[in-house]
């Protein structure tokens, strides 16, 4: 930092141009890595080591009185290595993103970003979620929801590059962003709709066809009503029927489907129905398979949303059973909860219920009190095209993002319930027909990892894109097959349990030779 740091950095409290206010600035002592007995998340439970830092809080004036602002905080490590990264948020957002932890899909003992010497940075998207209140009470305000779409990160990147300036006296020399989840989103977004403010992009599971998932979510969720919910056992013996039918089709049983693409035309639901006199948790009955068919069907609508878009696509099989606690976990945590879904709804719910009836309601009819069964998109089809227009980052024409030298990876948890890894899959593909295939391989890549759920549960999942990302952007090392790992906490060195090669798409892992779970054992092939 220019001059004394501990000057410079309370220095920088006060107002600045566009409504920008910084409201403390202070010099944080180093900090050890944590791990928690705890967390909603495996990476959750990790606080990572950090190095002495300026941390700078504040928050942007809102132009309509009755929207919130725009939180944000910046973490200036006194020793730059002159790029900075911008941490992507999760949800509805609602809360403020510290940037202090693990970005997505991060090994759990490697440095921090911040301990790597960059400047860190994260918002709360322009509104805080009070404890009690939907999670998407602040759609009722257009400011507050166009700055959840995109205004408040492209805002809070230009307020952090100014900050830099005036602490080092000179502004980043790479700029980076990671997100996952509506982080991933809105990755993408940047990458879309602001090509020239970032050179390295990672977009973990992008909830990217926005308006499309909560409507598929909320489909599913009312299959489940009634006598279409699924009790626990019955989801442990689909999970159990799926492997049975395609676990070894990579050549190794090691209770991970390797090829969830083809394991998805493979696998027949049907044949778990109850026969005659039949019934309990050894069988489905026809609500139970006419809700799995749903799930795994695509969405319709009767009209085109933004870029073209009329669907949305149905989720995969595998990564079931994986155990539900927060967003970790398969079917229990995001499609049926602990309770059939409820109006409206209820905390044992599962969470795509929650978040989808939660956004008919107060995003698309904007009627908090409205009965979810009645909804019909036609009657809403002008709001949900202006939703779409704000939130769906569906944009294939990333010419601008590429002509500028920006790099971007994509990587799709394919047994993930929180959001369909094929609308990311299908996003690929339409970058690929735009652009060309060659065109996109020179600044594009989508990853694919089989038996991962949305948040890195259930096989091997921790890769340091960040440095991938570097490595692409300042050597022009372009990534090929990649290796991911399975890390175990609860060892002081965070212990590979196992490994895998994470293959470029289309390819999968496939068993080669040696000892199974090993990642020389497999290869990435066609």
């Not at 919910?229 to 991970?256: F, T, Y």
């Not at 069907?297 to 990564?319: H, I, Q």
């Not at 593909?429 to 089989?450: D, I, S, W």
Request: include cysteine; charge should be negative; hydrophobic fraction near 40%.
């Amino acid at each position: 930092m220019t001059g004394d740091p501990a000057a410079t950095c309370s220095g920088l409290v006060g107002s600045a141009d566009n409504g920008v206010k910084i409201d403390s600035a202070a010099i944080v002592a180093a900090s050890p890595l944590t791990v928690a007995e705890k967390g909603p998340t495996p990476a959750g439970r990790v606080t990572p080591a950090n190095p002495e830092f300026c941390k700078v809080l504040g928050h942007i004036v809102p132009s309509d009185p009755k929207a919130p602002p725009i939180k944000f905080q910046v973490n200036m490590p006194l020793e730059w290595n002159g790029r900075s990264l911008q941490y992507g948020g999760g949800g509805f957002n609602g809360v403020l993103i510290t940037a202090l932890g693990l970005p997505p899909a991060y090994p759990f003992g490697a440095p921090s970003p911040l301990a790597r010497g960059f400047v860190t940075y994260g918002t709360d998207s322009g509104h805080e979620t009070k404890p009690g209140e939907p999670p998407q009470l602040f759609a009722l305000n257009d400011e507050a929801f166009e700055n959840f779409a995109h205004r408040s990160y492209k805002r809070v990147r230009d307020t952090a590059v100014a900050l830099m300036v005036r602490a080092y006296g000179n502004p980043p020399a790479k700029l980076y962003f990671m997100g996952s989840s509506e982080g991933g989103r809105e990755a993408l977004t940047m990458a879309q709709r602001y090509p020239d403010d970032f050179d390295g992009i990672f977009a973990r599971v992008p909830v990217i066809n926005w308006v499309g998932l909560q409507h598929a979510g909320t489909r599913s969720g009312l299959a489940t009503m009634g006598e279409g919910w699924i009790r626990p056992a019955q989801v442990d013996l689909v999970a159990k029927a799926v492997l049975k039918a395609c676990d070894n089709a990579d050549g190794a049983e090691d209770l991970l489907v390797l090829d969830p693409v083809g394991c998805k035309a493979k696998f027949q639901v049907e044949e778990l129905r109850c026969g005659a006199g039949q019934s309990g948790d050894q069988c489905l009955t026809e609500p139970q398979i006419a809700a799995i068919k749903t799930l795994h069907g695509t969405y319709k609508f009767s009209f085109a949303l933004e870029n073209g878009l009329d669907d949305y696509p149905g989720w995969g099989v595998s990564g079931e059973n994986v155990p539900a606690f927060g967003p970790t976990g398969g079917w229990n945590a995001w499609w049926l909860g602990k309770a059939a879904p409820a109006q409206p709804p209820a905390p044992n719910n599962g969470i795509a219920w929650i978040y989808g009836a939660g956004g008919i309601q107060y995003v698309f009819a904007r009627d908090p009190k409205l009965d979810v069964t009645t909804y019909k998109p036609d009657d809403h089809r002008e709001r949900l095209l202006q939703v779409s227009r704000l939130m769906d980052s569906t944009n294939p024409d990333l010419g601008r993002f590429a002509a500028r030298g920006g790099r971007l990876v994509i990587l799709e948890n394919m047994a993930d319930y929180a959001q369909s890894p094929y609308a990311g899959i299908r996003y690929f593909e339409n970058v690929q027909r735009k652009l060309g295939k060659e065109k996109t391989a020179e600044f594009a890549r989508l990853y694919t990892a089989p038996g991962v759920d949305h948040v890195g549960s259930g096989a091997p999942a921790n890769v340091d894109m960040l440095a991938v990302l570097v490595d692409w952007v300042e050597k022009g090392k372009a990534p090929g097959d990649l290796e991911v790992t399975e890390q175990r906490l609860e060892t002081p060195a965070f212990e590979v349990t196992r490994s895998l090669p994470l293959c470029p798409w289309p390819k999968w892992p496939h068993y080669k030779s040696g000892p199974v779970n090993r990642a020389a054992s497999f290869e990435c092939a066609p």
